[in-house]
């Protein structure tokens, strides 16, 4: 009986593979506070294959988005000027995305600071140093493979019964798609969930950001942690702006405590969110 699982499951990944599109899902879990590894986080995350490359996101943060666009496009189609979003929730934990452009896989990390949009085009590829050493995942034979990226060591294990050089975030390069991958502390695992095609993947950023170096994105970075709240206190500071607050009660929050209150609440953010999957960006 598994035997005869086992070859369905290859004969649909087969089958699979020779549409045009391909969607595969992970579970992404991750422990964002270095100083309390007990707690941790997860998220669904997509990994979309088409014929020019990839695209890996939230699977959540996608449903939003999608939710938000159809709300907007029902306002502009009756001439509305009001659009309610106030029963639309972003539950997403995961906002950064990752592109990769075939043949070459040149890989660009989609991502904010502050509320800029950036673009990190990554120019070096990651090392794999592959092992004897297979296990079965999902019905699956998968090999070891080691390497370094972002300042951790990694571990990913790949099918090559799914001839995709691709993986979650990152990670490619492999003889075949990547099923599961962790750093060498367990802060930060990508453990392979499913697949099924696609006849329609958008694989165009619609948002692509301003391009950045790594050097660049790391400045930028380095002057955002030492003063979160500058951009809130311009805006705010603008005569021709105005924006009102109020509290429980429903009085009127004064200027200086939204931005006080503010910068506290960005700070206290930034303390606990400090273990980033790719640390070389944030050091």
Known sequence: MKKTVFSLLCILFAISCNAQSHRFLYEYTFKMDSLDRSKSEKELMVLDIGKEGSRFYSFERAQYDSIRESEMKKAMQSKSTHIDFTHIRDRSKVRTRVTKKYPDYRTTLHTKIGSDHLA????????????????????????????????????????????????????????????????????????????????????????????????????????????????????????????????????????????RNNEIRLKEKLLKNNNFIDLTLYR
């Open 120 to 259: 990190i085009l990554y120019e070096a590829k990651m090392e794999w140093l592959i092992s004897k050493e297979t296990r079965i995942i999902k019905g699956l034979n998968a090999q070891k493979a080691t390497g370094s990226l972002g300042g951790r060591q990694w571990t990913a294990w790949y099918t090559p019964e799914i001839p995709f050089q691709d993986g979650p975030y990152r990670f490619a390069g492999l003889p075949g798609l990547i099923l599961e991958v962790t750093d060498s502390k367990g802060d930060h695992v990508f453990t392979f969930a499913g697949s099924h095609k696609h006849s329609d993947l958008q694989l165009q950023e619609k948002q692509k950001g301003t391009p950045v170096s790594e050097k660049k994105f790391n400045e930028l970075w380095k002057i955002y942690f030492k003063d979160p709240a500058k951009s809130t206190r311009m805006i705010l500071g603008d005569p021709d702006i105005k924006i009102t607050m109020s509290d429980g009660s429903g009085q009127i929050i004064p200027q200086a405590e939204m931005i």
